[in-house]
C-alpha cells in the first residue's frame, strides 16, 4: 500500500531525554514536513526538506532536529532543549499541492 | 506574514442540512493556495479541497465547495447534506506560491463541527 507511515502512535518519555519520531513515506514523494498540533489548536511547521540532505526551518524549530539521508525518511529529534514537547506531532509528505499526512505521534514528557 | 483566521471555535448542523464553515485569510501574495481539511478524533488529517488565488470558479469536490471571494479574502467551506460521519473538526490552511516542490502550509485555529441526528 501507498502511503505515510508515523511510529510509535503514542510515545512517553522523561524530561531531559531526547526522543526521535520516526516518518517514513513511499509515495516518492520530495517534499516532506513535520508539523505540531497543540490541543484545540491548528498545526504549526517545524521543519521540512524539499530534497535529500536538506531541510528548512519552519515557524518553531527551537528544540528540534531532523535528517534527510532518504527520501523515504524524515525523522524528527525532540530534544531536551524543546520546553514543551507534550504535543502531537504530524509528519506529511508533499506532492503537487496536496499534502498527504501521516497518522501522527502523540508524545508525552513527564 | 500569512494568517488564516476561524471564528467558528464549534459549529451545530442538523443531519441532511448544509453549513458554511468561515475561513479568512491574510495575505500580501497573489500566488497563493487554500485549503480545507477534516481532522476525526483519531488525529488524522485528511485533505477535503483545494482552491489556487487564480482559479476564477469555485471549488468542488463531491458534497464539499469552497466559496472563494478574493476580494473579501474568505475561502468559506460549504458541506452539503451532512452526514453523521462529519462531525470532526476542520481547518483552513493556505500556502504562498511555490518553492520548489515544497508548500509551507499555514493553518488555522479549527472549527468542530457536529452533526446532530
Known amino acids: 500500500d501507498g502511503g505515510i507511515t508515523q511510529s510509535p502512535k503514542y510515545l512517553f518519555r522523561k524530561e531531559g531525554q531526547n526522543v526521535t519520531l520516526s516518518c517514513e513515506q513511499n509515495?516518492?514523494?520530495?517534499?516532506m514536513y513535520w508539523y505540531r498540533q497543540d490541543p484545540g489548536q491548528g498545526l504549526r511547521l517545524i521543519y521540512y526538506?524539499?530534497?535529500?540532505?536538506?531541510?528548512q526551518k519552519g515557524d518553531i524549530a527551537e528544540g528540534y532536529s531532523v535528517s534527510r539521508e532518504k527520501k523515504e525518511s524524515f525523522p524528527l529529534t525532540v530534544t531536551s532543549a524543546q520546553k514543551n514537547p507534550t504535543a502531537f506531532y504530524l509528519c506529511?509528505?508533499?506532492?503537487?499541492?496536496?499534502?498527504?499526512f501521516g497518522p501522527g505521534t502523540r508524545l508525552t514528557v513527564t | 506574514a500569512q494568517k488564516i483566521t476561524q471564528t467558528q471555535p464549534g459549529m451545530f448542523v442538523q443531519e441532511k442540512e448544509a453549513v458554511t464553515l468561515d475561513c479568512t485569510y491574510d495575505t500580501s501574495d497573489q500566488s497563493y493556495g487554500l485549503f480545507w481539511y477534516k481532522q476525526p478524533s483519531s488525529g488524522e488529517m485528511i485533505f477535503l479541497i483545494y482552491?489556487?488565488?487564480?482559479?476564477?470558479q469555485n471549488a468542488t469536490e463531491g458534497r464539499y465547495s469552497l466559496n472563494f471571494q478574493k476580494a473579501r479574502k474568505s475561502a468559506n467551506l460549504v458541506i452539503s447534506a451532512s452526514q453523521l460521519g462529519d462531525s470532526a473538526m476542520y481547518f483552513c490552511a493556505m500556502s504562498i506560491g511555490s518553492s520548489g516542490s515544497a508548500r509551507q502550509l499555514t493553518f488555522g485555529s479549527g472549527t468542530q463541527l457536529t452533526v446532530l441526528p
Open positions: 509515495l516518492n514523494h520530495d517534499a
Open positions: 506529511a509528505t508533499g506532492g503537487g499541492y496536496e499534502q498527504y
Open positions: 526538506s524539499q530534497i535529500v540532505n536538506d531541510f
Open positions: 482552491q489556487g488565488s487564480y482559479d476564477e
